[in-house]
């Protein structure tokens, strides 16, 4: 299975601020195509997940310009370049390249 | 607007097969361009990918659950199923359902973008 892991495990954050979060794979998430299947989903606090960036790079539908993805092969970075307080919840990022798809382990994001 | 809501008993008992249906509304469950699929999240913890099924009958699983899971659909009834078997406490957790959808490009990549609410599953006597 691809592992992946996230640092850090708990951000806090002053609204307004940046934040940043760290996804690393176990293996390559670099398709033949030319795509890193790797995303990223938000779970706001007593919600399903919601699919955030896919493909490692692009927001999805309604998703703020204030998010963004990047990064390749085995290390991805989700930055949000100013803290909302709607922003609060938990960010995994998901391999959808190879099943199993695995999860990371998450980052909780709160305002201090 | 497509929605899915899982349905299910809330308790099970150890041993016995825990079993719970994604009901599909506001889009069409037999389109090629979606799978259908059951992630779970044990209280405080992350989330785990269980397996997914297409409208055609194929299906994958994830193989820490060995034999004991089956993913099932009813076009008909625009429904998808979960059957875990023999299950233990460990499989306490909360089930969520979700549409696996398919952009055009890559080649085989999916992304999940609508999940359901999330049913709660307890296994105990």
């Known amino acids: 299975d691809i592992v992946m892991t996230q640092s850090p495990v708990s951000l806090p954050v002053t609204p307004g601020e940046p934040a940043s979060i760290s996804c690393r794979s176990s293996?390559?998430?670099?398709?033949?195509?030319?795509?890193?299947?790797l995303d990223w989903y938000l779970q706001k606090p007593g919600q399903s997940p919601q699919l955030l960036i896919y493909l490692g790079s692009n927001r999805a539908s309604g998703v703020p310009d204030r998010f963004n993805g990047s990064g390749s092969g085995t290390d991805f970075t989700l930055k949000i370049s100013r803290v909302e307080p709607e922003d609060v919840g938990v960010y995994y990022c998901?391999?959808?390249?190879?099943?199993?798809?695995?999860f990371g382990p998450g980052t909780k994001v709160e305002i201090k | 607007q497509v929605q899915l809501q899982e349905s299910g008993p809330g308790l099970v008992k150890p041993s016995q097969t825990l079993s719970l249906t994604c009901t599909v509304s506001?889009?069409?469950?037999?389109?090629?361009?979606?799978?259908w699929s059951w992630i779970r999240q044990p209280a405080g913890k992350a989330l785990e990918w269980i397996g997914r099924i297409y409208a055609s009958g194929s299906s994958n699983y994830n193989p820490s659950l060995g034999r004991r899971v089956s993913i099932s659909v009813d076009t008909s009834k625009s429904q998808f199923s979960l059957n875990l078997s023999s299950v233990t406490a460990a499989d306490t957790a909360v089930y969520y359902c979700a549409r696996g959808r398919f952009p055009g490009v890559p080649r085989y990549y999916y992304y999940m973008d609508v999940w359901g609410k999330g049913t709660t599953v307890t296994v105990s006597s």
């Open positions: 506001g889009d069409s469950i037999s389109s090629g361009s979606y799978y």
């Open positions: 998901m391999q959808p390249l190879q099943t199993p798809f695995t």
């Open positions: 293996q390559s998430l670099l398709h033949g195509d030319g795509y890193n299947f």
